[in-house]
């Protein structure tokens, strides 16, 4: 079974300084994806990045960055230059292969990040 | 605009009721799923949908029923027999190329 795990207490940041959270995962499945999702305290869930298995480079969307180390089987995020509106609860999760195209998510039980002024 | 759309948003729930949470999406996604999610948790897989007529149960579907009659609905029955339903409900369909989930704003179920 596919299993992610965010270990990290509550996260604080300053302002405009960088952030790295956490994200190991484990899987025998060679293809799989990787997601970071952001959800504020209004419980929506955003999309941040995806990286897939097989990407050869790590993925960027912005200030938000995922240093994909495979052979550890992590896929830590790093946000740049922290805004106050990132504070929220990080989630990670993985995707595992069905039948056909289609998919599920598995999320991991995500990480409390509170940017200070 | 497409997106999920899920209704109600607040719902209150006396104990031995079943209620139906609603999930339409117009993002022509096959595969749409129901999460729950628990305060300072993460999202568990309830149930699954990867086609009409289609759905598989996930890590916790004890308590829950649902349909998929329509490509675009996948409407939650929280039965009597969950035994303790207070939670926040995701639903939400994913992109076939990578998987990305689109969430709807969630519905918040509280049983008095």
């Known amino acids: 079974a596919q299993k992610i795990t965010q270990t990290q207490p509550g996260m604080f940041v300053q302002e405009k300084e960088a952030v790295t959270l956490d994200c190991t995962y484990d899987?025998?499945?060679?293809?799989?994806?990787l997601f970071w999702y952001k959800q504020p305290s209004s419980g929506e869930m955003i999309f941040l990045i995806y990286?897939?298995?097989?990407?050869?480079q790590n993925a960027t969307e912005g200030r938000y960055s995922l240093n994909f180390q495979k052979a550890r089987k992590s896929a830590n995020l790093v946000i740049s230059a922290s805004q106050l509106g990132d504070s929220a609860m990080y989630f990670c999760?993985?995707?595992?292969?069905?039948?056909?195209?289609?998919?599920?998510?598995?999320f991991g039980k995500g990480i409390t990040l509170s940017v200070r002024p | 605009d497409g997106g999920i759309t899920q209704s109600p948003k607040y719902l209150f729930r006396k104990e031995g009721q079943n209620v139906t949470l609603s999930c339409e999406q117009n993002?022509?996604?096959?595969?749409m799923y129901w999460y729950r999610q628990d305060p300072g948790q993460g999202l568990r897989l309830i149930y699954y949908?990867?086609?009409?007529?289609?759905?598989q149960k996930g890590d916790i579907a004890e308590g829950y029923s649902v349909s998929r009659e329509k490509k675009e609905s996948f409407p939650l029955t929280v039965t009597s027999a969950q035994k303790n339903p207070t939670a926040f409900y995701l639903c939400?369909?994913?992109?076939?190329?990578?998987?990305?989930?689109?969430f709807g704003e969630g519905s918040r179920l509280t049983v008095l």
């Open positions: 999760a993985m995707r595992e292969f069905l039948t056909g195209a289609n998919s599920k998510l598995t």
């Open positions: 990286q897939g298995s097989y990407d050869q």
């Open positions: 949908s990867q086609i009409v007529n289609d759905f």
């Open positions: 993002l022509n996604h096959d595969a």
């Open positions: 899987t025998s499945d060679p293809s799989y994806g």
């Open positions: 939400a369909s994913s992109r076939p190329t990578t998987g990305e989930l689109f």
